[in-house]
């Protein structure tokens, strides 16, 4: 068995195409398949090497290998398709030479027009074969006006085709609801993606199309090129669309669609394929967070589902969140510690340090939430959430302060400042509960919520302490 996964180089890595590179590899994986990665860049103007090396770069991260490819070779390439042009002019010639396509010297502008008559009467456009049975004279009058001619290819009317889809089923498509005849091959030599993948699929001897469903209407048009060249049909299995919490298509406007940016924020590989790898599908165990061996082991193609999958931002980031709390603290540091680098640059990778990151790191849903956790212990005054302000403004809070404030003036030193200082403002106020501990914790931290007291203030610093609190004093009794 062999599959194939082929991204166009024209920007990052969408999740949608990378749960498409995973499910190929599921696959690969079950069935000690071969995986092909084939890079679709025929797309001349927007194709770009670094596009292509970003895309490769994503895939390694989520832990997908492939067998052949543009950087490791093998014996059915190049894995390119800008480098595959020969091949598709034999082809083309034969398809033109049997009568399978011809030229098509339409220009842009009556095609246009076309397309608005049809929108106006509200009908779908169909080409309506104009080129079909140019004469010679005919077509060197079109060229002697120095119009270049596309190629298309000639659909038969009348032609059922069908194939068992291992997701969908059976489905069944008529060669008169296509759209005509459609362009194979552009007026500037450069041939069409539903052309050439035909071709490629066959001389990579390409056994399963694993692909979305989005692709499932260019399928009739890759089977009327298989049959006309006399090339076999693969088995196919289109996945259903991944849709944003709305309902509608996944795009930036839901969240993240990039697999670059969740790498940059600090999501886990591990977290990242496991979410996308169970979208449309379920362990019969119910178990979300699965290795990569359980998922192999379980999956078929046949358990996919035929509904759209929606894409639970908050979903991926709680399983993230597991995966993160999971890892051996010497791993969770080495994911952190560029995050605090990068907002601390003046930090040194201490033992303080250490004890400060393994105090939080149980809040952190992705790595990057590190700079916010630790935060609390930089500075010689909080930066106050709002909820944590309105704290402070209360006359609970205010006589809180104003103890806190005399005690450090007094009684309160370095030496007891983590174990006396809460047990007398309650004793001299007589607060307790959340009418002692949230003031007093949004007074040195500027948050109502986090780490136990007795964890923060030891970290905290004796200095840093006394500061918050003549700070809070200042501002707010």
């Known amino acids: 068995m062999r599959v194939r996964f082929a991204p166009s180089p024209t920007g990052f890595l969408h999740v949608g195409n990378a749960r498409t590179a995973a499910l190929n590899f599921l696959f690969k994986k079950k069935y000690n398949a071969t995986y092909i990665l084939r890079i679709e860049d025929t797309d001349m103007e927007r194709s770009t090497r670094e596009s292509e090396e970003s895309i490769l770069n994503d895939l390694k991260w989520l832990g997908i290998q492939w067998d052949e490819g543009p950087d490791c070779g093998g014996k059915f390439g ?120 035909t071709i490629d699929d066959t001389l990579m001897n390409v056994t399963h199309v694993i692909r979305g469903e989005d692709h499932l209407p260019n399928t009739p048009k890759q089977m009327l090129i298989a049959m006309a060249l006399g090339l076999p049909v693969p088995v196919y299995a289109h996945m259903p669309l991944l849709l944003g919490p709305d309902r509608t298509k996944l795009s930036k406007r839901h969240g993240i669609t990039s697999v670059a940016v969740y790498r940059e924020q600090g999501y886990l590989p591990q977290a990242l394929f496991n979410y996308l790898a169970l979208l449309s599908w379920t362990l019969e165990s119910g178990d979300e967070i699965v290795p990569v061996e359980k998922l192999v082991a379980e999956f078929e193609l046949s358990k996919i589902g035929k509904s759209s999958a929606i894409f639970d931002f908050q979903k991926l980031k709680w399983m993230n969140s ?38 939080v790191r149980g809040n952190c849903e992705i790595a990057s939430d590190i700079v916010k956790e630790i935060s609390v212990f930089f500075g010689d005054t909080a930066e106050f959430e709002e909820d944590a302000e309105n704290m402070l403004n209360t006359p609970d809070a205010k006589t809180v302060i104003q103890t806190a404030y005399e005690l450090i003036h007094s009684t309160i030193n370095e030496h007891n400042y983590t174990t006396e200082t809460l047990n007398t403002i309650k004793q001299k106020t007589g607060l307790k509960g959340k009418m002692l501990f949230m003031p007093f914790r949004a007074m040195v931290t500027g948050r109502l919520h986090g780490p136990e007291l007795d964890k923060i203030l030891p970290l905290l610093g004796y200095e840093r302490f006394t500061k918050r609190i003549e700070y809070c004093h200042q501002r707010f009794v």
């Open 78 to 197: 190049p894995y390119r398709q800008s480098e595959r042009f020969d091949i598709y002019r034999e082809y083309t010639e034969k398809l033109l030479e049997g009568g399978h396509a011809y030229h098509c010297y339409c220009t842009q502008e009556e095609l246009d027009a076309q397309r608005q008559k049809a929108l106006q009467a509200n009908k779908p456009f169909v080409y309506p074969g104009t080129c079909r049975n140019l004469t010679l004279e005919q077509k060197k009058a079109f060229e002697n006006q120095g119009r270049k001619p596309t190629v298309r290819f000639r659909v038969k009317d009348g032609i059922t085709l069908s194939i068992d889809d291992q997701i969908k089923g059976n489905v069944v498509f008529n060669s008169e609801n296509i759209g005509g005849d459609f362009i194979i091959v552009r007026s500037d030599g450069v041939p069409v993606y539903n052309y050439i993948v």
């Open 322 to 359: 597991v995966y993160l709390r999971n890892l051996p603290f010497d791993k969770a540091f080495e994911l952190f510690y560029p995050y605090i680098e990068k907002a601390y640059p003046a930090v040194s990778n201490n033992k303080w340090l250490a004890q400060v990151v393994d105090t």
